[in-house]
């Protein structure tokens, strides 16, 4: 599980760092809701690092929020699975 949320941040900032250079140079770019689903499949925290880094997309205040969004469900998600491997641990 961590070397799953390591890759997905990872590749998300990778991506948001290739579509500033895009958008920089005028080619065809990552659509944002390729960007979005990342988020949500677990990489708001590359694609916040990426946001600041590469300062793209810092004046849309939709990223802010799904980004916000996807970091407190995975951040519940993962919360709860801990207390889950603690409950099991215990009946064991």
Do not use: Q
């Amino acid at each position: 599980m961590i070397l799953y949320y390591a890759f997905i941040n990872i590749f998300l900032f990778i991506l948001m760092g290739i579509d500033k250079y895009k958008a920089i140079h005028r080619k065809w770019r990552i659509p944002e809701a390729s960007l979005f689903v990342l988020a949500f499949l677990g990489g708001p925290v590359g694609g916040f690092i990426g946001m600041f880094i590469f300062r793209h997309k810092i004046r849309k205040p939709k990223f802010y929020f799904l980004f916000t969004l996807a970091f407190l469900l995975h951040l519940c998600l993962l919360l709860n699975y801990i207390r889950l491997l603690g409950t099991v641990l215990i009946l064991r």
